[in-house]
Antibody
Framework: QVQLQESGPRQVKPSQTLSLTCTVS?????????WTWIRHLPGEGLQWIGY???????YYNPSLRGRLSISLDTSKNQFFLNLSYVTAADTAVYYC????????????WGQGALVTVSS | DIQMTQSPSTLSASVGDRVTITCRAS??????LAWYQQKPGKAPKLLIY???TLQSGVPSRFSGSGSGTEFTLTISSLQPDDFATFYC?????????FGQGTKLEI
């Protein structure tokens, strides 16, 4: 059974870059799944951030495009989220997940990482 | 973006009740709709995909229906473990979007 685990700094200063790693066990990033990031904004709801597929194909939420980068390292079985120029509005619980069906069917999730943007 | 609207926002029910949650899409999403259950402090869990297909391991008291712009999630007989927040999600059109959630409480 595939398992995902987020790691990375839990506090980031405004204007800096939020960086998270998702480590996948029990499955290979070489498989044809969509490795996805989602966040849960406080008081709002779930927001789909984007995915990386088949090593280098990506799709990003247009509202974050320009600040966002998602990549993967198959040798480490990890994929990554980098979100630059963060503000307090980026404070959220960030989840990594495995997607199927063009990335829409999110069948395995990490436990989530609360990242706070604050000086 | 396609807007997903769930109703009700909060639903009070009792163990054994049959409950239905509705999700409406602002545009036609076909049957590319999923339902998730989330408990406090936990990640969402996939229940239903393609509007009506039960994810492996999910109890059969959960069912989904609908197509186009209107969808429902039904729990046939509520169990104590079912009290949580439920989200619908469309994956017909980028960027994929979620409903605001329905909190099912005792």
């Amino acid at each position: 059974q595939v398992q995902l685990q987020e790691s990375g700094p839990r506090q980031v200063k405004p204007s800096q870059t939020l960086s998270l790693t998702c480590t996948v066990s029990g499955g290979s990033l070489r498989s044809t799944f969509y490795w996805t990031w989602i966040r849960h904004l406080p008081g709002e709801g779930l927001q789909w951030i984007g995915y990386v597929y088949h090593r280098s194909t990506t799709y990003y939420n247009p509202s974050l495009r320009g600040r966002l980068s998602i990549s993967l390292d198959t040798s480490k079985n990890q994929f990554f989220l980098n979100l630059s120029y963060v503000t307090a509005a980026d404070t959220a619980v960030y989840y990594c997940a495995r997607g199927d069906d063009y990335g829409g069917k999110l069948d395995s999730w990490g436990q989530g990482a609360l990242v706070t943007v604050s000086s | 973006d396609i807007q997903m609207t769930q109703s009700p926002s909060t639903l009070s029910a009792s163990v054994g009740d049959r409950v239905t949650i509705t999700c409406r899409a602002s545009q036609n999403v076909g049957t590319l709709l999923a339902w998730y259950q989330q408990k406090p402090g936990k990640a969402p869990k996939l229940l239903i995909y393609k509007a009506s297909t039960l994810q492996s391991g999910v109890p059969s008291r959960f069912s989904g229906s609908g197509s186009g712009t209107e969808f429902t999630l039904t729990i046939s007989s509520l169990q104590p473990d079912d009290f949580a927040t439920f989200y619908c999600q469309q994956y017909n059109t980028y960027s994929y979007t979620f409903g605001q959630g329905t909190k099912l409480e005792i």
